[in-house]
């Protein structure tokens, strides 16, 4: 396949800022009032306090994949209205640093980035042949990320707690892939409806889904007592 349309249909034309070779120096005086600068910060805030992203962070160190910042983030102007993704080919979260202007917003957008590379850890996650693989990441994100958990008081109202949230789940994970492969909406819903149950009763490394972040630090401890035993055996 040729480069152009390769990046095309996976996504690629979403973040013009990768395989641009390499980028101008800004002066560190300058560097203090741009977007990136702002963005560089509140990533580092949502490492060290949102427990979502501290439980992966953690998560992935014990399945031997210590995430470093500076190598593994990457905050760029991307196009659109993303806010995020998760770049295979060099293993790094791409932060939408024109996009992401509020601290929860980072949180979640670093955790759902997060939950991608846990999967691309621990399962070898077959990103660009099947389909399968990347609905069902793009569902656990979904689900465990607190994307759903901060929606519209209507649509919960309509449906209730419990459906309200796989509503939400199913439809973010369709927007997901839709976003960066080239294929039908019958397609996608298909593939995201042949893996629904399966992924989304999968809550690793959370146990069960987090409703907000009492949950999730509770989580958070959890695996980090679970840790601190199995290295005591
Ligand atoms: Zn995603």
């Known amino acids: 396949m040729d480069q152009s349309k390769q990046e095309k249909e996976y996504g690629y034309e979403l973040f013009p800022e990768r395989n641009t070779g390499p980028k101008n120096e800004k002066s560190f005086v300058k560097s203090l009032f741009t977007s990136q600068f702002k963005c560089e910060i509140m990533l580092k805030l949502a490492m060290q306090t949102s427990p979502y992203a501290k439980l992966l962070l953690s ?7 210590k995430v470093i910042r500076d190598r593994h983030f990457a905050c760029e102007d991307c196009d659109g209205s993303v806010s995020g993704g998760f770049d295979v080919a060099s293993s790094q979260i791409v932060l939408c640093q024109n996009n992401i202007h509020q601290q929860s917003h980072m949180n979640r957008v670093v955790t759902h980035e997060l939950i991608h590379a846990f999967d691309h850890c621990r399962a070898h996650v077959d990103w660009f042949n099947n389909l399968r693989h990347l609905a069902c990441s793009e569902i656990r994100a979904a689900n465990l990320s607190g994307d759903c958990s901060f929606s519209s008081e209507v649509s919960r109202f309509n449906f209730g707690m419990k459906q309200h949230h796989q509503e939400c789940v199913r439809g973010r994970a369709l927007r997901s892939i839709l976003a ?6 019958e397609k996608a819903q298909k593939i995201v409806d042949e893996v629904f149950d399966s992924c989304s009763n999968d809550h690793a490394p959370f146990g069960r889904i987090p409703h907000g972040s009492k949950d999730a ?6 695996h980090e007592s679970r840790d601190r035993y199995n290295t005591n055996l």
């Open 59 to 65: 998560a992935m160190n014990s399945s031997g994949c």
């Open 180 to 185: 960066v492969r080239k294929i039908s909406a």
């Open 217 to 222: 630090e509770f989580a958070y401890r959890d």
